[in-house]
């Protein structure tokens, strides 16, 4: 039994880091430079959020729910479970990579929890209100009319995922066997370095670009001279950060 367990946890702890890398760090990836057409002003964004809204939604929607929705689920719920089971010795060794460790779990717990309240907040608020797609308006006004708790929630958030990601690269070539000595250990903890400082900067980029951008672009597809249709918010058909 105990070999068992052994094997099952080997098999789930593959797939786990599997499953962060490729293909929700992808999407995540992808996710933050979209958004980042922000920082180019309300019609550069609206324009590719109007892009991919006029897409087929059925054909959307089935990528969203294989790649993106049950990979994410599984990465999430396996790693809250291995978060709380996870046992350390930081105490001990203060600057060794399970500092990194600790990190990646506190990361995650809270890079979880981000997502949850973004996806209400936007996708499923979106859908009880019958909006197809948040524009750059929505955005600038969700982000600069509380004081800018919303903006700092959401620079926390892009840190936390940024991150998360970056570290899970150095730990996922790790799990898979593609660095196997020291030296390639540490020389991918710098590429993770450097990956977490840029993720950052682009996610960040992103949000900056609702707030220096000035509100009045187009705001619906009508206005944009696009077919309208009644698809709700989704993350590939309205990119949100």
Known sequence: MALSITRENYVLHRLHSLSGVVPVGFYMLQHLTLNSFAFAGPEKFNSVVLFFDSMPKHFLLTLEICLIWLPLLFHAVYGTFIAFRAQTNV??????????????????IFAFLFLIVHVITTTINAKINGVNVILF????????????????????????????????????????????????QMRV?????????????????????????????????????????????????????
């Open 91 to 108: 105490n001990a060794f203060p600057f060794s990579q399970n500092k990194m460790f600790v990190l990646q779990r506190v990361s995650g």
């Open 137 to 184: 308006d929505a955005w600038h006004e969700k982000l600069t009319s509380t004081g800018y708790v919303w903006l700092i929630f959401y620079v926390l958030g892009v840190v936390a995922c940024s991150y998360h990601l970056s570290y899970g690269i150095w730990n996922f070539c790790i799990r898979w066997g593609i660095t196997i000595s020291e030296q390639a």
């Open 189 to 241: 903890q710098k590429f993770s370095a450097g990956m977490f400082v840029v993720v950052s900067l682009i996610g960040i980029v992103a949000l900056l670009g609702f707030l220096r951008g000035t509100p009045g672009a187009p705001s619906t597809a009508e206005e944009s001279g696009q077919p309208t249709n009644t698809s709700i918010v989704l993350p590939f058909s309205a990119p949100t950060v």
